[in-house]
């Protein structure tokens, strides 16, 4: 999976991998630099993918991380909010 543009101004995308449809379950969460947790949603990827786009638009600057869980796999991905 991938989150772009990274780094980030207001609003991102997420690009599933290959073994990721549509309809596949995730959760994601995302945290700042300190570990506090900024938002966690689950669903289908579709849901998840559109409710998420805008959910760093009133962070501040820095560094954030993403957990991805889908298929049984976890993925960590870190951005950058510019």
Known sequence: MQVVPNPVKNSFDLIPSANITASTKVQVEIRNAIGSLITSLSG??????????NSLSNQAAGMYFFTILAN?????????KQ
Request: proline content about 0%; cysteine-free; hydrophobic content about 35%.
């Open 72 to 80: 049984g796999e976890t993925e960590r991905i870190k951005i950058l």
């Open 44 to 53: 289908s990827f579709d849901v998840v993918r559109n409710s998420i786009k």
